[in-house]
């Protein structure tokens, strides 16, 4: 096995698949130790917990030596100034003025969250995982075609991460089931840390719409921020966040059934 992110088949180390700063950020006390629940889904079951373990075991031994500690360091030095004042326990009042701090740092931001969900990618049994050529762009200080990235706030304090290739979706204005798109994968990564929710994304074909419990929608940071709206910024958790957006498609594509029971709640399109 070579590194992810190089081709280098020597000197590969251990990595923290969620950075362990932010594991400070979530648990000081106990110097970012605390229990993990991993969640996977299973068509007809919906989300099922996969194995629980421990944060400081939730590494995977897919970078060398170099990546991690070269740019994969830089990459951290680089995000921590940035994110720290909205990791903390507490989330700063004036949300959308902190948000719109991110904006400036857009595209560091976005790389460092597609590093982190090819790591995470890589620690989590039966999940996809990214083609070379998505993480040898990443390396290379550039950004995946077709990716974006939002963020929002959550009111119940956390640390969450998912990763899916299946998204609600809606063909032609009718309702089709999680599905996703086999020629270009399409992808979602959410994180959260504390009260901050982070998604990046790959949809090719395809337009992200919201869904799910108050029809709220993220602040987009990259590649395009959306107009500013003062209500749209807040989830339960970090799953409502995962649940909230759906994709309206323009072409055909595979899919599943959809699982029993799901209703979109409102849509903003
Ligand atoms: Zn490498």
Not at 22 to 28: E, G, I, K, R, V
Not at 94 to 105: C, E
Request: proline fraction near 9%; hydrophobic fraction near 35%.
């Amino acid at each position: 096995m070579a590194c992810i992110f190089c081709d280098n088949p020597s000197e590969l180390t251990l990595e923290h698949a969620i950075p362990q700063w932010l594991y400070h950020q979530f648990s000081p006390g106990t110097e970012g130790k605390f229990p993990v629940t991993a969640l996977h889904f299973i068509e007809g079951k919906g989300y099922v917990t996969v194995r629980p373990h421990d944060s400081m075991s939730f590494v995977t031994k897919k970078l060398c030596r170099r990546c991690n500690n070269e740019w994969g360091s830089e990459l951290e030095k680089d995000v921590i100034p940035i994110l720290t004042p909205l990791t903390g326990k507490t989330f700063p009042q004036l949300v959308h003025l902190h948000f719109s701090t991110l904006l400036p740092h857009s595209e560091v931001l976005c790389r460092w969250l597609v590093k982190t969900a090819i790591t995470t990618s890589w620690t989590l049994p039966n999940v996809w995982r990214p083609k070379r050529d998505f993480s040898k762009s990443v390396r290379a200080d550039q950004l995946p075609h077709e990716i974006w990235m939002e963020v929002a706030k959550s009111n119940q304090r956390g640390i969450f991460a998912a990763i899916t290739q299946l998204f609600p979706t809606w063909n032609g204005g009718a309702y089709s089931g999680f599905r996703m798109n086999v020629e270009v994968p399409t992808f979602q990564f959410c994180l959260q840390v504390n009260h901050l929710l982070l998604r990046v994304a790959s949809t090719p074909g395809a337009r992200a719409i919201y869904s799910g419990s108050h029809g709220r929608r993220p602040y987009r940071v990259y590649p395009k921020p959306h107009p500013i709206d003062p209500d749209i910024v807040e989830y339960e958790d970090g799953f409502d966040f995962l649940k909230s957006v759906a994709l309206e498609t323009f072409a055909e594509c595979e899919g599943e059934v959809p699982p029993e029971g799901w209703v979109p709640r409102r849509i903003i399109t």
